[in-house]
């Protein structure tokens, strides 16, 4: 059986030492393990120790972010981070329909979130994220790829609210943290 460390708090000793006289006393001869956690649990005011232990439970879960669902393939971050200078800017239109994808993360992530934008503006974001000249391949990628919408007259495009997998935002993350 794995052992379980749980800190006990009391917030007050003189309150818990009475408590825990009380309950020896009331106990006949030696107590046992489990007794003896339940006395120390109710004497810092819990009902006992599975009381003290869901308590904790509760609070790890509580302060601690989900485990990632989907493991992160860190080499294949680095090697697609390669396809991006120190700014953060697409230098090239990789070969691979998949690192492809995730450059097309990072565009998407630079889009504004719950803005209409039109055709002007869309290109110039575009623009200012790559240094490869291809503008309209990337947005035609974006809608194609349902990361982007458009009107059906195309004058109006906005970002489509999605989690990116757990590779993309691993690239995301590594290229706003370079210097």
Not at 123 to 137: E, S, V, W
Not at 161 to 173: F, H, K, Y
Request: aromatic residues 6%; contains cysteine.
């Amino acid at each position: 059986m794995s052992r379980t460390i749980l800190p006990l708090i009391a917030a007050d000793v003189s309150q818990m030492a009475r408590q825990m006289s009380r309950e020896l006393a009331d106990c006949d001869g030696s107590p046992s393990h489990v007794q003896m956690l339940n006395m120390l649990a109710r004497s810092a005011g819990f009902r006992n120790f599975q009381h003290l232990k869901a308590q904790w439970d509760a609070q790890d879960r509580l302060s601690q972010p989900p485990l990632p669902v989907e493991p992160v393939d860190y080499r294949r971050v680095l090697r697609v981070s390669r396809h991006f200078d120190r700014n953060g800017k697409l230098l090239r239109w990789p070969k691979k329909t998949g690192e492809r994808h995730l450059c097309l993360w990072v565009m998407w992530s630079e889009i504004p979130a719950g803005q209409n934008l039109s055709e002007a503006a869309i290109n110039a974001l575009l623009t200012d994220n790559h240094l490869f000249g291809d503008y309209a391949l990337l947005r035609r990628y974006l809608c194609d790829l349902k990361m982007m919408e458009r009107t059906v007259d195309g004058r109006i495009y906005r970002r489509v609210e999605s989690r990116p997998p757990a590779d993309a935002c691993a690239l995301i993350r590594h290229l706003r943290q370079q210097p």
